[in-house]
């Protein structure tokens, strides 16, 4: 199906532990996002890619790694998950360019992590 | 710096009464403006979006925004509120000389009360 999915939906995890969230889009889009949503803070970026192995930082990418080898994925990785990175986390593609090119952002379904 | 601003973290309206969400921005050059809704558990989902031309843009399920320079603001109406409408509704801007990054505000949970 053409689109942009997340997985997990869910994720329980433990303190210190690596985990590693996956999005993967079919548009090829250009850009790809990533942001939380926390409660009074909305959403927040953590890294946004313009195109396969460009990355950068977002306001809160600390914590945060992410890598994009084929522009369908953009995996996030937290090293060593902590009780303040409980979150959903949002992919989000864009393309800006070319006859595809449009201004929204498409989103994924989220990503509910919990670190215990 | 905040580039948009939610005025109201929550707002409740009767069933078909007005539904009125506030947003304003920042920005020193014209914005793109958008409103996304979210449905629970779900991901956000474009309403409407201005970029050039129109300042009076419709949007999908009867919600409309207008862009005001003067005012720098984007707020979303909508003439009559439906139960369905029951979601948290997300303005965000793209301030054009920054690159493509999207700025959220923080988001405002509308409730319809029957």
């Known amino acids: 199906d053409a689109g942009i999915t997340q997985s997990p939906r869910y994720k329980i995890t433990e303190t210190g532990r690596q985990v590693t969230l996956m999005c993967h889009q079919t548009?090829?889009?250009?850009?790809m996002f990533w942001y939380r949503q926390d409660l009074g803070h909305g959403l927040r970026l953590i890294y946004y890619s313009a195109a396969a192995d460009i990355t950068d930082k977002g306001e809160v990418p600390d914590g945060y790694v992410v890598s994009r080898s084929k522009t369908e994925n953009f995996p996030l990785t937290l090293e060593s998950a902590t009780r303040s990175q409980t979150s959903v986390y949002f992919c989000?593609?864009?393309?800006?360019?070319?006859?595809?090119?449009?201004?929204?952002?498409?989103f994924g379904q989220g990503t509910r992590l919990t670190v215990v | 710096a905040q580039s948009v601003t939610q005025l109201g973290s929550h707002v409740s309206v009767s069933e078909g009464a007005l539904v009125l969400l506030r947003c304003n921005y920042s920005?020193?050059?014209?914005?793109?403006l958008f409103w996304y809704v979210q449905y629970p558990n779900q991901g956000l989902q474009l309403l409407l979006k201005?970029?050039?031309?129109?300042?009076l843009v419709k949007g999908i399920n009867g919600f409309e925004a207008e862009f005001k320079k003067s005012e720098t603001s984007f707020h979303l109406t909508k003439p009559s509120a439906h139960m369905s409408d029951a979601a948290e509704y997300f303005c965000?801007?793209?301030?054009?000389?920054?690159?493509?990054?999207?700025?959220f505000g923080t988001g405002t949970s509308l409730t319809v009360i029957p």
């Open positions: 201005y970029t050039t031309g129109a300042t």
């Open positions: 989000a593609s864009r393309e800006t360019k070319g006859a595809r090119g449009q201004h929204e952002a498409f």
């Open positions: 965000a801007v793209i301030i054009t000389n920054t690159g493509n990054q999207f700025y």
């Open positions: 548009w090829s889009h250009s850009y």
């Open positions: 920005s020193s050059v014209p914005p793109y």
